[in-house]
């Protein structure tokens, strides 16, 4: 059994309230939700957002889609993916999947290939990241639910509670760590949602390829934004993980 646990919540710092942003004419997370679900190997699928009351909302909206909602930590991110991998039964799964509820164009194809390379290289933990080449929206990370009680266990500055995994990809003493490469690098190309600039970009995506009852291909997003490079030029100018950078300058605090 694989379980795939989304953390998502309403509070971001940075846009507010984005995974119920409307992109077509539904809520960012529902494309989320509905994309990973095509995924061929993934049996279970977990909302993991926080008991803070601006989230009711998200707990509402998983409720009356029937979707499976766990609630816990706001800030302590490792611990609200643990509890929710516990009490999911984890611990008798073959592998738990992270995805994030900013990644409304999360590919399922791309998921069931990293899932299978973990399962080929029997490894701790892979993911695309270590090595971005696959468009900043499409990450996916898989690991082991005694890798994640073990990081549980150990991890002790701000970037390691915040972002669940970086203890994981620091310690390869500890863990068997592996990389899983796209055969073009479409690393340059931002498909998550943290930014009004990526609302933008997203939403123009959406107006011009979705289709209800469709799930729309990486290449095809590829193909139209090599068509069209203003769209893509929207949010060119956001880094990857500005999230992770702030978590790291608190561990300096931590540090000190």
């Not at 909602?69 to 009490?87: I, M, P, Q, T, W």
């Not at 164009?105 to 290289?121: A, K, T």
């Amino acid at each position: 059994m694989n379980l795939c646990i989304v953390q998502a919540r309403m509070g971001s710092t940075r846009l507010s309230g984005k995974i119920m942003m409307k992109l077509g004419d539904r809520p960012s997370i529902y494309h989320t939700y509905n994309r990973i679900s095509k995924s061929k190997l993934i049996d279970n699928i977990v909302i993991a957002t926080t008991t803070n009351s601006s989230d009711d909302i998200l707990y509402e909206y998983c409720k009356e889609q029937s979707i499976p909602c766990f609630r816990g930590s706001e800030n302590d991110v490792l611990d609200r993916y643990y509890s929710c991998a516990k009490e999911n039964n984890a611990q008798n799964s073959d592998a738990i999947i992270r995805i994030t509820g900013d990644c409304p164009l999360i590919d399922p194809i791309v998921v069931d290939e990293i899932i299978g390379f973990h399962e080929e290289s029997k490894v701790d933990y892979i993911s695309n990241t270590i090595v971005p080449t696959f468009p900043d929206g499409l990450d996916v990370e898989v690991l082991s639910f005694e890798s994640l009680e073990y990081a549980w266990f150990h991890s002790k500055l701000a970037s390691e509670r915040e972002h669940v995994t970086p203890f994981i990809k620091k310690n390869t003493s500890l863990f068997k760590v592996n990389n899983y490469l796209n055969k073009c690098d479409w690393s340059h190309y931002r498909w998550t949602l943290d930014e009004i600039e990526d609302y933008r970009m997203l939403s123009c995506i959406f107006e011009h390829l979705y289709k209800e009852n469709e799930i729309l291909k990486t290449e095809k997003i590829i193909e139209f934004l090599e068509h069209n490079p203003q769209i893509a030029r929207i949010n060119s100018s956001i880094g990857r993980d500005e999230g992770y950078q702030k978590s790291l300058k608190k561990d300096l605090l931590y540090l000190e």
